[in-house]
Each structure stands twice: as structure tokens, then as C-alpha cells.
């Protein structure tokens, strides 16, 4: 990853995880769950739900300028720029970074058969999903979309391609979206890489993409964000999240800066060690933050060393 991210303070608007997922047509034994007349895995749903919640969550923060304000975007960016270290802390995002670890936010996600005509196109799938958003605050939005899938098998490999599109309904605007699925399986690993875009209209979009690989022990997923206005990149900013084992890393990329962020758990107490990348890949000690939990269930991350 050598892009130009603008990272982190956005995390705090889209304050969502793949989280616990409700929906009428799954339940937590199920394997497979028919929407629009596809079967897709209880697991490719949540996150294609997770996936479309945080692009809509990112919309929502663009929509409101004083939020991109108050968290410090523009000026986390400039101030990384110019010191060796942020004067905007990494307490702003742990809370974000230590629940995609858990995946502990909840999203609820309630799935219907529909007949929903919308420039002259019927639809027969309405999905409603609410989640609470970065300033504590409940959101619900609606998809209204048709799906369809493939398969092409390949000696032991299967790949499966499924695609939605219809509209977002947020806040009384609808905005078309298109949302691709590809799916490799073969016997020891898979890949997952997923696509979701939100038309905005004037050649203004966002766009998110990410891509899922387990092998063995090993899990590793990444996210990439991007808004573009009027045809101009504004926005763009990536996480990537690698699980082996008990072992859990963010690895983040800020400005050409490489991050990784590693939640350890020490004498009782949990740890966050951050770590800065240099041009050979290794990465030096750079801060330490502990989780403190107060009685009243408040959390506070506090810069230790």
C-alpha cells in the first residue's frame, strides 16, 4: 500500500465494525440465506451490510462539514506533514481500531421481499440497516436493490460472482449504488474481494473496495476508502487488519507513514503498541497506550511511554 491516506479521523465518523447482524431471513446456525432469489453465506452478508454501512457513514460525515471539522481531518494530515509526530494523538481512533479488532460494533440489518419501482425499474429486495454512528447517535437507511450470481469452477477452484445494484435511501435522497462480489475457494484458503459504490451525482462517488483472505490460522482483510467531488479525489484512506492466531495487528498507512497498531493483553491490563514503519519494512517502537475502564463502564485509552 503507497497511496496518499487520509486516515483515522474518518474512522471516528464511520465508527462501525462487521459486528452482530440480525437479520429475518438468517439465523446464527445458518449456513446460507436466499436474498433477491441468491444464495449467499451468512457471512458474505454481514459484510457486504458492513460494507455498505461504513460508505454510507463516510457520506454522512462529507454531508457535514462541521464534523470533518471537529475531527481534525484536514489538520491530522497537515500537522503528520510537518512534525515527526501528530499533535493529533492516536486517542482519538484506538476506540475505532480496538472494536474492528473485536468486530464489536452492532449493526442491525432486517432483510424483505419487495416490489419497489424506481425509474421505471422494479425491485425486489428492500434491506433496512441501522447502526449507532461516531457521535453515539442511531442512523437507518434503506437498500433497495435486485442481485444475481454466477459460478465458474476451475479444476479445485470455484469462483463466484454476485452483483447488487438499485439505491440507497438516507435522509430522504436516494443515490444508486452498485455492489460486486467475487469469491475464490479452494481447499486450504479463499479470497473474498467486494466492491461498493455510491453515485452522487456531478462525477461524485464513494467508493469502497476490500478483499478477505483466510489460510490456515491466518486472516488478513484490508479496506480501502475513496470520495471523489466533481471528479476530484478528495478523500482516500486504507486499514489493513492481519489476524494469526491470537495475534491482533492493524497495519495503517498515513501520508506515506506506515503504522502497526498490536493490542496486547500484560499483567492483567490491555496494552496498544504503535509502531512506525521505515523504508525497509521494519517498524521501531514509537507509543504506547493502556485501556483503562472506569466503574461506570466509561473507556479511556491513556499514552503510557
Known amino acids: 500500500m503507497k497511496k496518499t491516506l487520509f486516515i483515522l479521523s474518518v474512522l471516528s465518523m464511520v465508527g462501525l465494525g462487521v459486528g452482530v447482524l440480525t437479520s429475518c431471513d438468517a439465523t446464527t446456525t445458518d ?59 492516536f486517542t482519538q481512533v484506538l476506540p475505532q481500531l480496538d472494536l474492528m479488532m473485536d468486530n464489536g460494533f452492532n449493526i442491525s440489518s432486517k432483510v424483505e421481499e419487495v416490489e419497489t419501482e424506481i425509474d421505471g425499474k ?29 459460478e465458474e469452477r476451475d479444476d479445485d477452484e470455484l469462483e463466484t460472482y454476485t452483483l447488487m445494484e438499485g439505491y440507497v435511501l438516507l435522509n430522504e435522497n436516494q443515490y444508486s449504488f452498485t455492489s460486486v462480489m467475487v469469491s475464490e475457494e479452494e481447499w486450504d484458503e479463499s ?20 478483499s478477505k483472505e483466510n489460510e490456515g490460522r491466518e486472516n488478513e482483510e484490508e479496506y480501502e476508502y475513496t470520495y471523489v467531488e466533481n471528479g476530484r479525489k478528495v478523500i ?15 497495519e495503517i498507512e498515513l501520508n506515506d507513514k506506515e503504522f502497526e ?6 499483567d492483567g491490563k490491555t496494552l496498544f503498541a504503535i509502531k512506525l514503519g521505515d523504508d525497509d519494512g521494519h517498524y521501531r517502537d514509537y507509543l504506547t497506550y493502556e485501556k483503562v475502564i472506569a466503574e461506570d463502564g466509561t473507556v479511556t485509552y491513556t499514552q503510557i511511554k
Not at 123 to 150: G, M, P, W
Not at 261 to 266: A, C, D, E, L
Open 31 to 89: 449456513q446460507k440465506t436466499n436474498i433477491g432469489g441468491v444464495e449467499v453465506s451468512v457471512e458474505s452478508k454481514k459484510e457486504n451490510t458492513f460494507q455498505a454501512t461504513t460508505s454510507v457513514s463516510l457520506l454522512n460525515s462529507i454531508s457535514q462539514p462541521e464534523v470533518l471539522k471537529s475531527h481534525h481531518l484536514v489538520k491530522f494530515s497537515r500537522d503528520f506533514r510537518q512534525n515527526d509526530k501528530p499533535t493529533t494523538d
Open 191 to 210: 479470497e473474498v474481494e467486494r466492491s461498493f459504490r455510491i453515485n452522487l451525482g456531478n462525477n461524485s462517488y464513494v467508493f469502497v473496495e476490500s
Open 122 to 150: 422494479t425491485y425486489s429486495v428492500k434491506e433496512t440497516i441501522s447502526y449507532t454512528d461516531f457521535a453515539n447517535e442511531q442512523v437507518t437507511y434503506s437498500l433497495i436493490y435486485n442481485t444475481r450470481s454466477h
Open 236 to 250: 482516500e484512506y486504507s486499514i489493513e487488519i492481519e489476524k494469526e492466531g491470537f495475534k491482533d495487528d492493524i
Open 261 to 266: 497498531v498490536s493490542r496486547i493483553t500484560r
